[in-house]
Every structure is written in structure tokens, then in C-alpha cells.
């Protein structure tokens, strides 16, 4: 058997899914389009350095879930997916996951962004796992609470997140002839570096620096 794990954003797309989110909601009215586009490039410059506070960008991220109703929130979304992350989706990104699938090997995307927003993605991908951080949820009414609850899939909470999923299955890293993690940005070193097979997709260049220095496989899904 073999593990084969994904990057999502900038990495099988050509874009992020949480920024493409705002602007949807942006033009649903639902953010206000001055304070989400400021938040945003301030996160992201950070997430650019390796600064970025995880915690901080959660509680940004996931406020909008709590002031919608969950009825609604699915509605948006496949509005969303339809208008803004098919056409970030290339051939070569759906024909490597077709690659790994049809081989038989166990596919999961790992994102940092919220399982809320990205599950309909791994599902567009025919990805049966999805290893992201967790919306709360309040339980008696279904709503999101706003806040994220357990490890927020990022960085080294990547590994954490993935040996946890492995070891709910009964797996663990040994369980594998080979491993693989496809990425593009140096905030997932901890994960490359802990896969057999670490692969640079379309790097920042801190990312194609180690990649190159290292023999790490490069490739572009721009294609």
C-alpha cells in the first residue's frame, strides 16, 4: 500500500479556496469587502514569512460561519464551488489524483483551511479523505460557533492531524511501502520532510530552494 497526501491550496489549485471564499461572500454581501480584503493580504503576507498566527487567522476565518444558518451556508456553497473552484481546477491536478486512486493508494487532502469550506472540494477531486482543520459546532442548534476545536491542520499540527487519522484506521507510518506529500509552500516542510516521497508542486521559493538542494522532486500543475 501506499500513502498518498495533498496540499490544497496553490498546490491542486491554482488559487486559495479560503480567499475565493471571502470574495464570494463579499459578493453575497455577507463580509464587509474593505475589512476582508485588509485581513487577508496582512495573513497572507504573514503565512508568505512562516509568521502567521494560526489562531488569530482561525478566529477570522471562521466568524462569517457563525452568522449564517447552516441550510444557507450549504446553498452558498455550491454556488461557490461551482463559480469559483472549478475553474481553479487544471487537468494536470485531477489527472495526478486520478494517478494515485487508480493505483490503489490512500489519498487524503491535508489543509490548514476549515473542513466547512474544503470538503466539497476533496469531493470534487473523488479525494475520499480530508484531513482540515474543524468548524465547532454547537450541537443542539447545528450552527457553527465561529471558533476551530482540536488541532488546527497547519504546520507541524499536519503530522499530529495525519497520524491520528492513520491510527483511527488501524496504520501508522510503517503501515506503507511509500509515502508521498505534494505541496507548495514552505509551511509544510515538517509534513514533506516526514514522507518518503516530498514533492514541490508550483514552490514558493523558500520551498524550491530545499527542494532543489535536496533532490525533491519539483513539478508545475499550471499546465
Known amino acids: ?30 463580509v464587509d469587502a474593505e475589512i476582508q480584503e485588509a485581513k487577508n493580504k496582512a495573513f497572507y503576507e504573514h503565512y508568505k514569512a512562516g509568521t502567521l ?7 477570522f476565518q471562521l466568524a462569517p460561519l457563525a452568522r449564517h444558518e447552516r441550510a444557507e451556508l450549504d446553498a452558498w456553497h455550491a454556488e461557490y464551488v461551482a463559480s ?10 485531477r489527472e495526478l489524483v486520478a494517478r494515485h486512486l487508480d493505483a490503489g493508494h490512500l489519498c487524503a487532502i491535508v489543509t490548514a483551511t476549515n473542513s466547512f469550506v474544503t470538503g ?8 475520499p479523505h480530508l484531513i482540515g482543520t474543524i468548524p465547532e459546532v454547537d450541537v443542539p442548534s447545528g450552527r457553527f460557533t465561529g471558533a476551530p476545536t482540536g488541532i488546527p491542520s497547519f504546520q507541524a499540527g499536519k ?49 524550491r530552494g530545499r527542494a532543489e ?9 499550471r499546465g
Do not use: C
Not at 486559495?16 to 471564499?21: A, G
Not at 498566527?53 to 478566529?59: G, Q, V
Not at 466539497?120 to 479525494?127: D, K, L, N, S
Open 120 to 127: 466539497p472540494i476533496a469531493r470534487e477531486f473523488g479525494i
Open 159 to 207: 503530522i499530529t492531524r495525519v497520524e491520528a487519522w492513520l491510527e483511527s484506521q488501524g496504520l501508522w507510518w510503517g503501515s506503507f511501502a511509500k509515502t508521498w506529500f505534494y505541496s507548495d509552500s514552505h509551511n509544510d516542510l515538517p509534513l514533506l520532510e516526514k514522507v518518503s516521497h516530498p514533492v514541490a508542486v508550483d514552490p514558493d521559493p523558500t520551498l
Open 84 to 93: 469559483r473552484i472549478r475553474p481553479l481546477i487544471g487537468a494536470p491536478a
Open 53 to 59: 498566527d494560526i489562531d488569530e487567522f482561525l478566529a
Open 213 to 221: 538542494r535536496d533532490g525533491w522532486t519539483v513539478l508545475t500543475l
Open 1 to 30: 500500500m501506499e500513502l498518498a497526501l495533498f496540499d490544497l491550496d496553490n498546490t491542486l489549485l491554482s488559487g486559495d479556496s479560503d480567499y475565493e471564499w471571502a470574495q464570494f461572500l463579499i459578493g453575497k454581501g455577507a
